[in-house]
């Protein structure tokens, strides 16, 4: 451990967080279904925390927040690459695999911030792009100068670039082909993202091995598991699209087996931007695993068009659809996360629809899809925020949260690339807002300067200084979820309901069953909700503990809704229900009491007012004291 990282407590930008009461970790060997109830948290490191004064968060910044983040209720840290990087792709272009980047700090550092998270009951994913390298990898320099070289072969070279003409362009807006024309070696490389990101070639047997190697490396840290990027392109093959070949599910079961025998327990994580029928195959079979999670990319537009609709029927048809998953399996859901808001599986129309609603102008957009936070999405709506959350954490699957998402961050379309949804976390009112002592005009990416939306009046100090904050609300149904077991592993089975704009559906495990809720509508409505061989069976919300009225003897029950609102409702067996309200069982729900010690010195305090009406102003411009929103009105 790196001499210079305190164990103890460390006080930054006011804020002084106890040590959680929380076990240590077991190791992956011991508890192989953990990654089943977690909640993951992605943080950019270079975003997050700075330690040291130089504008770039770093592993030790981490460190000092770590506090925060098991108080919140963070289960497992996704870190996006932090090894050595030109960084023309937020480090997605690898110069070094086996090191980290030297303006996050050493690799002592990195492994001091392993084991802080797992003291804290925190683990570790870590990404590891084995599709591509930089152009700056050595590997890759070797193989320009020395085609016949032990490296020569480890890139895709041809002397012209008619190969693989069916496989699509990704990056459409900065990328005209997949090939490029190299002027040292004198011939074409394939490339399937941008041309200064030269594919491995799989065929070769030492990639295979060498990237094996790397994993093995990783895995030796202490990591409990790692998120292939970019899985889908491994192998090439003409006449094809060069995506979800045999070749490529055949490497991924050789690495889950080589990570079985040796690692056993650590989770890999695949990274597939495919339709439905093609990610389940990244699973595997039960005798032949591939990964135990895969993000369910199709998901996420439907749920932003359900909350611009009203209409349920785009999310009943996605969960009527969800295939079975071999055992252990597990999708990973999501909101929003550090690149855009992918639009390629969904219809044109669709998809027209999505950029007139939440990207009208050009500047929100990046290559097939919007790049814009979750909070700016959603119009500032504090109920829209909250409504999406809840169904986050309620669906099938493993929800991933996006650092400050959380506060309701904005973002700054006019950064180039992604950096807009990559700007510093928000910690306090302060100049450099709590992330850095550097001016904040050295910063790498600059903070939010938009009113409403910068650090003035979204912050972590402010949150956790009001109990009815959004930080508050979302640390209670984080702990809420993990009590109620049956949302990170148990059955859905849709409920019908007599109106369009409410979702509904039990979840189910031996521990727990509740009945979701949703209003996807404008509107407050009364909500008949169908439950065959249910009839005087108990209903109490999860959150307040409140009871309502059993389900009738015609198998139905009633609930008034308002806009945008949400009910977890706990189910009880008739014959349960006397005995708990006898037994005046409270729910375990979580304090909002004031766990830190803040400055109290904001000067945000006089947009505590709820507001009953929707910003329509136009960005950057938008209201955004609508977070504040009274959540008693529900």
Same mark, same amino acid.
């Given at each position: 451990?790196?001499?210079?990282?305190?164990?103890?407590?460390?006080?930054?930008?006011?804020?002084?967080?106890?040590?959680?009461?929380?076990?240590?970790?077991?190791?992956?060997?011991?508890?192989?279904?953990?990654?089943?109830?977690?909640?993951?948290?992605?943080?950019?490191?270079?975003?997050?925390?700075?330690?040291?004064?130089?504008?770039?968060?770093?592993?030790?910044?981490?460190?000092?927040?770590?506090?925060?983040?098991?108080?919140?209720?963070?289960?497992?840290?996704?870190?996006?690459?932090?090894?050595?990087?030109?960084?023309?792709?937020?480090?997605?272009?690898?110069?070094?695999?086996?090191?980290?980047?030297?303006?996050?700090?050493?690799?002592?550092?990195?492994?001091?911030?392993?084991?802080?998270?797992?003291?804290?009951?925190?683990?570790?994913?870590?990404?590891?792009?084995?599709?591509?390298?930089?152009?700056?990898?050595?590997?890759?320099?070797?193989?320009?100068?020395?085609?016949?070289?032990?490296?020569?072969?480890?890139?895709?070279?041809?002397?012209?670039?008619?190969?693989?003409?069916?496989?699509?362009?990704?990056?459409?807006?900065?990328?005209?082909?997949?090939?490029?024309?190299?002027?040292?070696?004198g011939q074409y490389y394939w490339h399937r993202f941008f041309s200064h990101q030269p594919d491995l070639n799989f065929e070769n047997?030492?990639?295979?091995?060498?990237?094996?190697?790397?994993?093995?490396?990783?895995?030796?840290?202490?990591?409990?598991?790692?998120?292939?990027?970019?899985?889908?392109?491994?192998?090439?093959?003409?006449?094809?699209?060069?995506?979800?070949?045999?070749?490529?599910?055949?490497?991924?079961?050789?690495?889950?087996?080589?990570?079985?025998?040796?690692?056993?327990?650590?989770?890999?994580?695949?990274?597939?931007?495919?339709?439905?029928?093609?990610?389940?195959?990244?699973?595997?079979?039960?005798?032949?695993?591939?990964?135990?999670?895969?993000?369910?990319?199709?998901?996420?537009?439907?749920?932003?068009?359900?909350?611009?609709?009203?209409?349920?029927?785009?999310?009943?048809?996605?969960?009527?659809?969800?295939?079975?998953?071999?055992?252990?399996?597990?999708?990973?859901?999501?909101?929003?996360?550090?690149?855009?808001?992918?639009?390629?599986?969904?219809?044109?129309?669709?998809?027209?629809?999505?950029?007139?609603?939440?990207?009208?102008?050009?500047?929100? +957009?990046?290559?097939?899809?919007? =790049? #814009? *936070? &979750?909070?700016?999405?959603?119009? @500032? %709506?504090?109920?829209? $925020?909250?409504?999406?959350?809840?169904?986050?954490?309620?669906?099938?699957?493993?929800?991933?949260?996006?650092?400050?998402?959380?506060?309701?961050?904005?973002?700054?379309?006019?950064?180039?690339?992604?950096?807009?949804?990559?700007?510093?976390?928000?910690?306090?009112?302060?100049?450099?807002?709590?992330?850095?002592?550097?001016?904040?005009?050295?910063?790498?990416?600059?903070?939010?300067?938009?009113?409403?939306?910068?650090?003035?009046?979204?912050?972590?100090?402010?949150?956790?200084?009001?109990?009815?904050?959004?930080?508050?609300?979302? +640390?209670?149904?984080?702990?809420? =979820? #993990? *009590? &109620?077991?049956?949302?990170?592993? @148990? %059955?859905?089975?849709? $409920?019908?309901?007599?109106?369009?704009?409410?979702?509904?559906?039990?979840?189910?495990?031996?521990?727990?069953?509740?009945?979701?809720?949703?209003?996807?509508?404008?509107?407050?409505?009364?909500?008949?909700?169908?439950?065959?061989?249910?009839?005087?069976?108990?209903?109490?919300?999860?959150?307040?503990?409140?009871?309502?009225?059993?389900?009738?003897?015609?198998?139905?029950?009633?609930?008034?809704?308002?806009?945008?609102?949400?009910?977890?409702?706990?189910?009880?067996?008739?014959?349960?229900?006397?005995?708990?309200?006898?037994?005046?069982?409270?729910?375990?729900?979580?304090?909002?009491? &004031?766990?830190?010690?803040?400055?109290?010195?904001?000067?945000?305090?006089?947009?505590?007012?709820?507001?009953?009406?929707?910003?329509?102003?136009?960005?950057?411009?938008?209201?955004?004291?609508?977070?504040?929103?009274?959540?008693?009105?529900?």
């Open positions: 451990m790196s001499e210079s990282i305190s164990e103890e407590t460390e006080p930054r930008g006011n804020l002084l967080f106890p040590r959680p009461c929380s076990r240590p970790v077991s190791s992956p060997s011991e508890s192989p279904n953990w990654y089943r109830s977690a909640v993951f948290y992605e943080v950019l490191i270079q975003a997050f925390s700075d330690s040291n004064g130089d504008g770039i968060g770093d592993f030790r910044g981490l460190i000092s927040r770590l506090d925060y983040l098991a108080w919140l209720g963070v289960d497992c840290l996704w870190l996006p690459p932090f090894y050595p990087s030109p960084m023309r792709d937020g480090g997605y272009d690898i110069s070094a695999y086996t090191d980290v980047n030297p303006a996050f700090g050493s690799m002592e550092d990195f492994t001091a911030l392993v084991e802080a998270a797992h003291e804290r009951g925190i683990r570790v994913l870590v990404d590891i792009v084995v599709n591509h390298t930089s152009d700056q990898h050595p590997w890759f320099e070797a193989s320009r100068k020395d085609p016949q070289g032990e490296y020569g072969d480890f890139y895709v070279w041809r002397d012209s670039d008619t190969d693989y003409q069916d496989a699509r362009i990704i990056f459409i807006d900065t990328e005209t082909s997949n090939w490029t024309y190299d002027e040292v070696r047997p030492a990639v295979q091995a060498t990237v094996m190697n790397v994993v093995r490396y990783w895995c030796r840290t202490g990591v409990d598991g790692f998120r292939l990027d970019a899985i889908p392109y491994l192998f090439e093959e003409n006449d094809t699209n060069c995506e979800n070949l045999p070749k490529t599910h055949w490497f991924v079961s050789e690495l889950r087996k080589m990570v079985d025998a040796e690692f056993p327990g650590t989770l890999m994580v695949a990274e597939a931007n495919q339709p439905p029928l093609d990610v389940i195959d990244y699973f595997g079979t039960e005798t032949e695993p591939e990964c135990h999670i895969c993000f369910h990319f199709p998901l996420m537009p439907r749920l932003f068009a359900a909350l611009q609709t009203g209409s349920s029927r785009g999310l009943r048809q996605i969960l009527a659809e969800l295939p079975e998953l071999p055992a252990g399996a597990q999708w990973g859901t999501f909101l929003r996360n550090h690149d855009e808001l992918t639009l390629e599986m969904v219809t044109d129309e669709e998809r027209e629809d999505m950029y007139s609603w939440y990207a009208p102008e050009s500047r929100m +957009r990046a290559n097939v899809g919007i =790049r #814009r *936070r &979750l909070a700016p999405l959603l119009g @500032g %709506s504090r109920r829209k $925020v909250e409504l999406a959350h809840a169904l986050l954490l309620s669906m099938p699957g493993s929800p991933f949260l996006y650092y400050g998402d959380e506060i309701g961050m904005g973002d700054n379309i006019w950064l180039p690339d992604r950096f807009g949804v990559r700007t510093p976390m928000q910690w306090d009112t302060s100049s450099t807002a709590g992330f850095s002592t550097a001016e904040p005009d050295s910063f790498l990416v600059p903070l939010i300067d938009s009113p409403g939306w910068d650090n003035r009046t979204i912050n972590v100090q402010e949150s956790l200084g009001r109990p009815t904050s959004l930080l508050h609300w979302l +640390r209670e149904a984080l702990h809420l =979820r #993990r *009590r &109620l077991t049956c949302f990170g592993q @148990g %059955s859905l089975s849709q $409920v019908r309901t007599d109106q369009d704009s409410v979702l509904a559906f039990i979840r189910r495990d031996q521990k727990s069953t509740v009945l979701c809720v949703y209003n996807l509508g404008e509107g407050a409505l009364a909500a008949k909700l169908f439950l065959p061989g249910m009839a005087s069976w108990g209903l109490r919300e999860a959150f307040d503990g409140g009871w309502f009225p059993t389900v009738g003897a015609d198998e139905t029950v009633t609930v008034t809704m308002n806009r945008h609102g949400f009910y977890w409702l706990e189910l009880f067996a008739p014959e349960q229900v006397e005995d708990i309200k006898e037994l005046s069982l409270e729910v375990a729900t979580v304090s909002t009491s &004031l766990p830190v010690i803040v400055d109290t010195t904001s000067t945000i305090n006089d947009l505590d007012s709820p507001d009953s009406s929707e910003s329509q102003l136009s960005y950057p411009a938008l209201d955004f004291s609508l977070l504040k929103e009274d959540d008693n009105e529900r």
